[in-house]
């Protein structure tokens, strides 16, 4: 017994030591969860648990759903603004305000229409009415954050949302396919945004002496976040798609230059050049990246207990990984772990309040699935 233990140890040692080498992850399979589905959508885009452990799912195209898991029945929320459906755009992220028990405040993202099939990214807030019928209606919506500008583009709105401590709220803004902005603090475009509940300015961004957008930020250099979330101690952690090559999980610090696009481990699609990160030591290096890529659409910080062994492990929905990536943190250093094919794009992961994890596939008929372990 004794030397089996050793030779998995032995065996997982040389596993991990062959993973630290940077892009030269190798998948491994195993998926050491079982898999509940729930029920399946159009074109997901994220979940959000209520008190009551129904789960709302928005869809790309404009949809709020409310789904019962225990009978599997699927609501209707009404009142979603008109969104810009097209490419990676339309109705986004869903988040409830830290104090939803006593505000019944919903926050949300999607692509606002503009002139001309332009879009940009914009967060909403509203109170969530429910009825007996298993749906409801979003009443008082109030935009409170708008990207600088409209694009045609239909990618790189990042959008996701995330309540810190003191209701403040952290937005991750794409840089909608236009690079330069992700520099520029005239935009606030290519940003990591940090907002009070409300829409308005807290104390402590780094930048807001300088007035304009450039107050809402908190770290610039951003590609295509897609993923943010706090670690136990705080820490924030973002994961952005790269190029060709160059996915990121980056350690968000205030003030932050990031690098994009001057600096990224991957390269123009076209081909062209981009430095890597050791040559431009003034930005900050990611703290994982992938060549090639996991195209990662969510991440979460895992918090629970049902998988105790993955507890501050970042978990990554992975699109065209085609399953979940995890990634072990340990200090200030992050190393992939393990690879978990589950033979799907998987565009959003959360973890409910008993640890287990919850899934929504990518797509057409994408299926929310529950994960709890095998
Ligand atoms: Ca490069």
Same mark, same amino acid.
Request: proline share 2%; no cysteine; net charge positive.
């Given at each position: 017994?004794?030397?089996?233990?050793?030779?998995?140890y032995y065996a997982l040692a040389s596993a991990t030591a062959a993973l630290a080498a940077p892009g030269q992850v190798t998948p491994r399979q195993g998926v050491p969860f079982q898999t509940t589905p729930i029920t399946d959508f159009a074109e997901p885009w994220a979940l959000a648990f209520l008190p009551d452990q129904r789960i709302l799912v928005t869809e790309k195209g404009g949809a709020l759903r409310l789904v019962d898991p225990t009978t599997r029945s699927k609501g209707n929320i009404v009142g979603v603004p008109r969104v810009q459906y097209g490419g990676q755009g339309g109705l986004g992220d869903v988040v409830l305000h830290p104090q939803f028990a006593e505000n019944s405040l919903l926050y949300f993202s999607y692509a606002e229409p503009g002139d001309a099939s332009q879009a940009g990214a914009v967060v909403a807030r509203a109170r969530l009415m429910l009825n007996a019928n298993g749906g409801g209606a979003l009443e008082g919506v109030e935009v409170l954050w708008r990207q600088s500008s409209k694009y045609t583009s239909q990618g790189h709105?990042? %959008?996701?949302?995330?309540?810190?401590?003191?209701?403040?709220?952290?937005?991750?803004s794409g840089e909608r396919q236009q690079f330069n902005p992700a520099q520029d603090m005239s935009t606030n475009l290519g940003k990591i945004i940090r907002l009070n509940d409300d829409g308005s300015i807290p104390e402590g961004n780094p930048f807001a002496g300088q007035g304009g957008v450039a107050a809402e930020v908190w770290a610039?250099?951003?590609?295509?976040?897609?993923?943010? @979330?706090? @670690?136990e101690q705080g820490r924030l952690w973002e994961i952005e798609m790269g190029p060709r090559g160059g996915d990121e999980l980056n350690l968000i610090q205030q003030g932050g230059n990031y690098g994009w696009p001057?600096?990224?481990?991957?390269? %123009?699609? @076209?081909?062209?050049d981009i430095p890597n990160h050791e040559t431009r030591p003034e930005f900050i290096a990611p703290k994982a990246y992938w060549v090639p890529v996991i195209s990662p659409a969510s991440m979460i910080i895992y918090k629970g207990n049902m998988f105790p062994r993955w507890r501050g492990n970042a978990l990554i929905a992975g699109l065209g990984a085609m399953g979940l990536v995890r990634v072990e943190i340990s200090g200030d250093t992050a190393r992939e772990a393990q690879?978990?094919?589950m033979g799907r794009r998987i565009r959003c992961i959360r973890e409910s309040a008993d640890g287990a994890l919850w899934v929504l596939e990518d797509g057409p008929g994408g299926r929310l699935l529950r994960l709890t372990p095998a």
């Open positions: 017994m004794r030397f089996t233990l050793s030779t998995t709105f990042g %959008h996701r949302i995330l309540f810190g401590t003191n209701s403040t709220m952290w937005i991750s610039l250099g951003i590609r295509n976040p897609l993923g943010i @979330d706090l @670690d001057i600096v990224s481990q991957g390269d %123009h699609y @076209d081909g062209r690879r978990m094919s």
